[in-house]
Nanobody, 127 residues
Framework: HVQLQASGGGLAQPGGSLRLSCAGS???????IGWFRQAPGKEREGVSC????????YYADSVKGRFTVSRDNNKNTVYLEMNSLKPEDTAVYYC?????????????????????WGQGTLVTVSS
């Protein structure tokens, strides 16, 4: 239903910040957007999620208070601001879309809830 591209990854110091972007092809106001990450040897895990309107946001316990998800539907873009980065945040970060207003409010931040995926962007937090 939508094409996504995650960008903004790179190298950060512990305690530093990065902002990831998820650019969609359009009609983003119809989609919940989830952020996921996958570290080497680990399963893909939910990080954050935002409802189609931006009115509801969700975070994994591991990032709550450090990461902030937001969106600008006029720009067809969702953002993940990552602050106070830790080495354990190192992973490939993916954004994903589901054509429901608030899928994460129903099911939590689940990989299986999302059908459209971006290619991912690598975040490395190096001490």
């Amino acid at each position: 239903h939508v094409q996504l591209q995650a960008s903004g990854g790179g190298l950060a110091q512990p305690g530093g910040s990065l902002r990831l972007s998820c650019a969609g092809s359009g009609f983003m106001d119809y989609f919940s957007i989830g952020w996921f990450r996958q570290a080497p040897g680990k399963e893909r895990e939910g990080v954050s999620c935002i409802s189609s309107s931006g009115g509801k946001t969700y975070y994994a316990d591991s990032v709550k208070g450090r990461f902030t998800v937001s969106r600008d539907n006029n720009k067809n873009t969702v953002y993940l601001e990552m602050n106070s980065l830790k080495p354990e945040d190192t992973a490939v970060y993916y954004c994903a879309a589901r054509d429901q207003a608030d899928v994460c409010g129903v099911f939590g931040i689940r990989v299986g809830s999302f059908g459209s995926w971006g290619q991912g962007t690598l975040v490395t937090v190096s001490s």
